[in-house]
Each structure stands twice: as C-alpha cells, then as structure tokens.
C-alpha cells in the first residue's frame, strides 16, 4: 500500500467513525461494534502481509490508547467528600466482581477446553474476559441520571485499573513457583507503583503549571508515556502512574493541602486541563477507531460458526452477568438496572489477550480459539445497547428500524439545488417563469 493510498484510508476511517460516533449516540449501539464491522469490510482489501503488519503494529496502538483512555477517564472523576459512598461502592462491586468472575470463568475453561490446560493458564485467559470496558461504557452512559451515570464511570475505570494490574501481577509469577513468593512479589509491586505514582503525579502537576512555552500538553504525554514504558520494563502496575496524575491534576484542592497548597495555583492550572482533557479526548477517540478497525481486519470469521466456539462464549457470558447480579445486589441491593447489564468488553481484553501470546508464552493455551473472545465482545455489547434503549423507554426493534428510516429520508431531503445539474435547470425554470409573468404583464 503507497503512502498516499495509506493517509486516503486512514482518514477515511477517521470520517467515518465520526458518523459512527452519531449512530451510537441515535441507538446505544457501541460505536466499537461499527468499527470492527467496518474492518471486516476491509479484510478484502488488505493482503496476508499487510494483516500480519498491521497485527505487529496493534499492541502498540492498544498500548497508546491504554494510557489515554485511562487518563481520559482520571480527567473526569472528581473526587469530594459527598461522592465517597458511591466511589467506595464502585470499587468494592469492580474488584469482587473482577476476582469472582476470573475464578469462575479459569474453571469453565478448564472444564469445556478440550485440552483441560492448568487453571494458572485458564486464569491468564480470564481476567481479560472479566474486565470492563471503560472505553465502550463511558461514552455510552452519559443519557443515564447522574448518580448511576457516575457509578458506572467509577466502576469502569476501577474495572480496567485493578484487572491490568492483577493481570500483570499473574505474568510476573510466570518464573515464581511457590505462593509466598507471589505473595510477595504482588505487594512489593502495589509499594513500589504506589510510591512511584504520587511522586510521578506530584512532580507533574507542578511541572505542568510552571511551563510557559506554548508546546507543552504534548511533552507531558510525552513524558507519561516514557514513564509508562520504563515501569512496564520493571514489571510494575504502570497504568496506576497514569490514573495517579490524572487524578491530582483534576483534584488539586484535595491533593494539594496545608503547606502544599503553595506549590499549585488553581487559576493557572484550570485553563491548562480544560485544554488537556480536550487533547486527550481527540487523541484517545483517533486511537480507538484504529485499534478496532485494524482488529475488524485481524478477525478470522470462520472461527463464529463453530459451535464448541458459541457454547463456551455463551457460559463465558453468563458467568459474567451472574457474578454481577449477585454482587450488584449485595452493595447497590436496589435499582441497578440497567447497571447489571452494563458490562462491555473491549480494548483492555483484546489488548490482554495479543499480549499473552506475544510476551507470555508460558502462558499460552495451544488451540484457545479467539472467536472466543470475539463472541463476548458483541453479546456483551449487544446486551449493553439493548439495556440502555430499555432505560430510555422505547422498544429496541423501533429504534433501530427508526434509525434506519431517518438515514433515508435524511437523503431523500436533501435540497434539490445543493445537488450539480439540477441546480441550474432551477434557475431555468425559474428564469422561464419570470420571462412568462413579464410578458404577461406586457400584454395587459
């Protein structure tokens, strides 16, 4: 593919999911289903060798887009003191539904894989299966009231914060052979990354007030980046460094206390992280319409029509939404609906699982089909839609059919003299009638 044949597409993409963008916002339909149909419809455009180019590439863009959704999301949480039940809330539902639901989810595989692979394995493929995605639901939630629209934000981000981190602690363990030494392993890990993130967060945020140069949002990310990458070097819980500074910046009245309060100025700061949020917003939605798009073109669809494939997605599915029927009603205990079936999987999972087979090869589980994977992705997503136009009070089929009629007759409207050619045989026609009413009037 020629360069100039690239940016034709790339941008396209990007058009296009704009419009994606408005679709999911008419129907509750997540745009990341759009956007891996619409890498579905490119697969024949694409090559083997240009697929197999575009798989290296994707743990990259996943990584980018990692760090600026997470920061994206720490950008939007305020922390005061009236909002700490429903934070407290969101994190004890996000982290004993994440271990429940890996736990569960480790034996089905165990059990329903042909192989019956260690449960070490299995837990390796089912924290990625148990994370929620923030990416999909943050944009998706915000028609809901305010207090259910906060917990779903709170418990997304929670969601994807402590399953990377429990995620990454299992990797490291790959050489450990004995529990204590895990044990130890882990909170030697949470000491150190919590260390290293408020130093990190603290040095940032004053940093971030005292540049005067014009270029400097894109040094900052510059400089998370590098500190993401040096930290996942060290094996330590990186993405915490990030949801660290996204939470003093967007805080400075609480992190910034006492004696502290000298270091930060509130009026310097505001305008510069209105223009940061904004920067990572537009950078976090070009990042995820490409990450789902290139994986569109990756997926093999003939692993969908297998059944074995379907049976263990469909178990997979149920054990999420039975956990989180159980601990919503054991924290929330009433009206958490349509939270229940608010439990998307996405970037995060897809992201986790390349990363097994590309740096944890221990880890492997030989002939885990990703349809598997996939399966979950669109019935989760499918859930979510159909619970959020429930929400709203209208019947899924009439939206849909709705929207469909509304493109149409969006086409159909268009003005007559917006479209070439016919543009000038109105001006005909115009300038014909006018030549008959002035003769008219001449022969009067």
């Known amino acids: 593919m020629d360069t100039y044949t690239l940016i034709i597409a790339v941008s396209g993409i990007i058009i296009i999911s704009f419009f994606f963008n408005t679709i999911a916002k008419k129907t509750n339909i997540p745009s990341v289903l759009l956007l891996m149909i619409l890498g579905v419809a490119l697969q024949s455009f694409v090559s083997n060798d240009e697929r197999t180019t575009l798989l290296e590439i994707l743990p990259i863009i996943g990584n980018v887009g990692l760090i600026m959704i997470v920061l994206e999301a720490a950008l939007d949480l305020e922390l005061e003191r009236d909002k700490l039940p429903a934070i407290l809330k969101s994190f004890l539902v996000a982290l004993i539904a994440l271990i429940a639901s890996s736990i569960a989810i480790a034996y089905a595989l165990h059990f329903m894989l042909p192989a019956h692979p260690e449960i070490k394995k299995c837990l390796a493929y089912a924290i990625p299966l148990s994370i929620m995605s923030s990416a999909i639901i943050i944009p998706s939630v915000t028609a809901l009231r305010n207090d259910k629209k906060e917990f779903m934000v709170y418990e997304s981000t929670f969601s994807d914060i402590l399953g990377i981190m429990f995620f990454f602690f299992l990797m490291g363990s790959e050489h450990q052979e004995s529990g204590g030494e895990i044990v130890g392993s882990i909170l030697a890990n949470i000491f150190i990354t919590f260390i290293l993130a408020a130093i990190v967060a603290y040095g940032l945020v004053y940093l971030f007030q005292k540049l005067t140069s014009q270029v400097k949002l894109f040094l900052i990310i510059a400089i998370l980046m590098l500190i993401y990458a040096l930290a996942k070097k060290f094996h ?209």
């Open 236 to 444: 330590l819980s990186a993405l915490v460094i990030i949801l660290a500074f996204g939470l003093v910046l967007n805080n400075t009245d609480v992190f910034f206390r006492g004696r502290l309060n000298r270091y930060v100025n509130e009026e310097a700061t505001q305008p510069l992280m209105h223009d940061f949020h904004t920067i990572t917003l537009e950078t976090a939605f070009v990042i995820r319409t490409l990450f789902f798009v290139i994986f569109g073109i990756t997926i093999t669809l003939s692993s969908l029509i297998d059944l074995e494939v379907a049976l263990i997605s469909l178990a997979i599915v149920g054990i999420l939404f039975i956990v989180r029927l159980i601990v919503l009603k054991i924290f929330v205990r009433k009206f958490f609906i349509p939270q229940l079936w608010i439990a998307p999987r996405g970037l995060i999972t897809i992201l986790l699982f390349f990363s097994i087979s590309t740096e944890h090869p221990a880890f492997v589980i030989p002939g885990f089909d990703s349809g598997i994977l996939l399966y979950t992705i669109i019935i989760s997503s499918i859930i979510m839609a159909a619970a959020l136009i429930a929400d709203r009070g209208e019947k899924v089929s009439d939206v849909f059919i709705q929207n469909v009629r509304d493109n149409i007759k969006e086409i159909r409207d268009i003005p007559k003299n917006v479209i070439p050619g016919r543009k000038r045989i109105s001006d005909r026609e115009e300038r014909s009638s006018r030549r008959e009413i002035h003769d008219n009037n001449n022969s009067r």
